[in-house]
């Protein structure tokens, strides 16, 4: 084969490589010893690793890289995500629901979804014809649009288009599903709108087929408006439905967007590089400079750092990490310098895990089957069934013309069963539910959001930014015998002025706050782990854990009894010694929101049980618990392990939401039959939910679960009305009444009752709003 980046070599009429194909680095074949021969072409490298990796395998990496026309990549695999089992190479449609495939691993440089992309093409290119078409059926006459013949044909050319192009895909899909044998909504819609279209094209091309009682005001009556507005309705339908699904895939792309395009290579001679991230392998040495993400898991070389591993641990507070400690990609680097080795890779690091654990989440769950869906495989064939069957009848017994009467009532059927009002029993009710709930604080990102919510018995809650407020802050001063509270506080705070911490910040906002004078500090020095030390006012001060008093010779026996009540209520405490000798304490804590005690009981009074998932430590989420009164607490938790507690709990039977703010809740959201989102947490986690509390706040919960129930009690109203007019319609468009009163639906009455079935779900679902 012949390698896209190389170039032939003038002098010896070899091919020789300019790019070094492991690490995509240019390299100059003159000045470097690394090379070797493959396929007859001489690839040149910039280190004796990348070689011996391209001599185990050089198929790895002569592959085309992305935006390379020169060889065919392999299509991403797509599923549905109501039948999570069909899988093929790039998009298309279920072939058991008709529903558009979508990617199982998105990537952040796919496009747009080519299917929204095509319909909404199609429904904006149409709408004005259908706008035309209706008001042409509708105030032609009135309006004084030329004679019904001239009226008739004008409809014909313009539904047109909106028929055989703009629904031309509901088509594919109504043949598809006659070709599987898997009867469905598209079913019903591809029957509807071709029986519509197809009867009024043979009313205008050959009027003379029908009777003169079907001849009103001078042309037999035609239902192009009727087939026009059901595709045009149908496509914003899909639109509605495709944006919001596209979303489901913006929790993916957001973590894979966590990650740094970009990692500075520590060559060999000790020069640097910066190189693609995907060029990193395992065994480089990294530099991380500050304020710079951590490029993969690995491990500290050299230098010394707090590391906010908040994408992980959902904790604010910066870790302490030095020589030999271990870093997680992605994680966001504090002030200091850091060297580091590469251990994991690739598909290996743990942000590479959370995305695939949130991938498989949301494609194991299977969304909840609409209620419409439930009956519609019996309900299109009864309809097709009865439609034959007058048909039939009509033609073999029926009074001459025996089969012009067999073809309008058959017609009929199909007409007054047309799933408008079924199609819109459902979708309404969501609608105005959502303006709702989001009247509310609520937002919910899909209609099985707001059918699962209410059956939900297990509340899985995040503590920090969930429950609590998500950020340290001040709690109190602990003085040693004789010190003085305010002096304690203005000397910790003065030294903690060279400190990037989060727990130091909470310490200088309060000094500030009370207007404390706070001196200069000098031979500032952050000890790893444990604390920091310097000098103000001419005093060496310690502020940290017991190990950096302990490794000073210093006691803290008289406050330690008060400091572990501290932690035990979930506080974190520092301890302060000036030249040898204890000063005192000081408690920073995260503290509870003020709604979070009154949500929960309302919750509790519902009999949902709660459970607590948290990364923080055990004594502290056990404390939380305690305060709180939560059923069930869990600490020092991963992410795996909270998708895990969400597994357990619904193999116990239980309809498990789960409720977070951060990253590293986001496969747990994902997993949980509803995920609920904080509106003040990450964009990840609001991705990952299907529900958002737009202000953090648990109360809404309470809410939400009543708009739930009272939404699926008007959708089975609205489907209700919707059978209700065929159990009735469809008998007597058949002709039931004929034998015994001479009554038939014309088509046009069919086309009647359809529309009153629709305005019936309509107004139905409005009283949703004003409750």
Wanted: hydrophobic fraction near 45%; include cysteine.
């Amino acid at each position: 084969m012949t390698d896209p980046h190389a170039h032939r070599d003038h002098g010896s009429g070899a091919a020789v490589t300019a790019t070094d194909p492991v690490c995509g680095m240019t390299v100059d074949p003159a000045k470097t010893p690394h090379h070797h021969v493959h396929d007859g072409v001489e690839y040149h490298f910039c280190n004796p690793r990348c070689r011996e990796k391209f001599i185990a395998d050089p198929g790895r990496y002569l592959s085309p890289r992305a935006g390379e026309p020169e060889a065919a990549v392999p299509g991403a695999i797509y599923t549905c995500p109501m039948h999570p089992e069909v899988r093929q190479e790039g998009p298309g449609t279920c072939p058991k629901c008709g529903m558009a495939l979508e990617p199982e691993m998105p990537s952040l440089d796919e496009g747009e979804n080519p299917e929204l992309v095509d319909f909404r093409r199609r429904f904006w290119w149409t709408l004005p014809l259908t706008a035309a078409v209706f008001v042409l059926a509708m105030f032609g006459d009135a309006l004084g649009i030329g004679d019904a013949t001239t009226r008739t044909w004008l409809e014909l050319v313009l539904a047109t288009p909106v028929v055989l192009w703009a629904g031309w895909p509901f088509f594919e899909r109504w043949l598809q599903s006659i070709r599987n044998r898997s009867p469905n909504m598209w079913t019903l819609i591809g029957t509807g709108v071709g029986a519509a279209y197809l009867y009024s094209v043979v009313a205008t091309l050959a009027p003379g087929l029908f009777p003169p009682s079907f001849h009103e005001h001078g042309r037999v009556g035609v239902y192009f408006e009727a087939a026009a507005v059901i595709v045009s309705l149908t496509l914003l339908g899909q639109l509605l439905e495709l944006r919001a699904r596209s979303k489901t895939s913006a929790a993916i792309k957001a973590l894979l967007g966590l990650a740094p395009k970009t990692a500075r290579r520590i060559r060999e001679d000790g020069s640097e590089e910066d190189i693609p991230l995907e060029h990193v392998h395992v065994g480089d040495r990294l530099r991380v400079r500050p304020g710079e993400k951590v490029p993969v898991d690995g491990t500290v070389l050299e230098g010394r750092s707090s590391v906010d591993e908040s994408m992980l641990t959902g904790e604010p507070i910066p870790v302490a990490r030095g020589e030999g400690d271990r870093l997680i990609g992605a994680t966001l680097n504090g002030t200091g310098a850091l060297v580091m080795r590469a251990d994991q890779v690739g598909s290996a690091t743990v942000l590479a895990q959370i995305v695939q654990l949130v991938a498989q989440a949301q494609r194991s769950r299977a969304p909840m089957q609409r209620l419409a869906d439930k009956v519609s495989f019996w309900f299109v064939l009864a309809v097709l069934a009865v439609a034959l069957l007058t048909l039939l009848g009509w033609g073999l017994f029926g009074p001459e013309p025996s089969w012009t009467w067999a073809v309008l009532n058959a017609v009929s059927v199909l007409i007054i069963a047309c799933p408008c009002a079924l199609g819109l029993a459902t979708p309404m009710s969501i609608m105005v539910a959502s303006g709702r709930a989001a009247g509310a604080g609520v937002l919910f990102r899909d209609a099985e959001a707001i059918e699962r919510l209410r059956t939900v018995d297990t509340l899985v809650v995040d503590k920090t930014g969930t429950l609590t407020e998500g950020r340290p802050a001040f709690r109190e001063v602990l003085p040693a015998a004789g010190q003085d509270a305010t002096t304690v506080l203005r000397l910790a705070a003065s030294l903690d002025q060279g400190s990037e911490h989060p727990l130091a910040d909470a310490i200088v906002a309060e000094a500030r706050r009370l207007e404390l004078g706070l001196s200069a500090v000098h031979d500032f020095e952050s000890v790893t782990g444990q604390g920091v030390r310097g000098r103000v006012e001419g005093r060496e001060l310690l502020l940290g854990n017991r190990t950096l008093m302990r490794d000073a010779g210093i006691e803290v026996g008289a406050l330690n009894e008060q400091a572990e009540s501290l932690r035990g209520e979930g506080a974190s405490v520092m301890f302060l010694a000036a030249d040898g000798a204890l000063l005192g304490a000081i408690a920073v804590a995260d503290p509870v929101k003020d709604s979070t005690p009154a949500a929960l009981d309302a919750l509790r009074g519902e009999g949902m049980r709660i459970v607590m998932a948290t990364g923080d430590s055990e004594g502290t989420a056990n404390a939380v618990a305690r305060a709180l009164r939560i059923d069930e607490a869990h600490g020092e938790v991963t992410p795996a392990d909270k998708v895990a507690l969400v597994r357990r709990l619904q193999a116990e039977g239980h309809v498990v939401a789960m409720a977070g703010d951060g990253i590293n809740d986001a496969p747990a959201l994902a997993a949980a039959d509803v995920g609920i989102a904080m509106g003040t947490g990450t964009d990840v986690a609001m991705s990952s939910a299907q529900v958002t509390l737009v202000k953090g706040d648990l109360r809404r919960i309470a809410e939400a679960r009543r708009i739930s129930a009272e939404t699926v009690a008007n959708m089975k109203q609205n489907l209700g009305f919707a059978f209700l007019y065929n159990a009735i319609g469809v008998p007597v468009a058949a002709g039931v009444l004929y034998p015994a009163f001479g009554i038939l639906l014309s088509p046009m009455l069919a086309a009647l009752a359809m529309s009153l079935s629709s305005v019936s779900v309509v107004a139905n679902a409005l009283r949703l709003g004003r409750r």
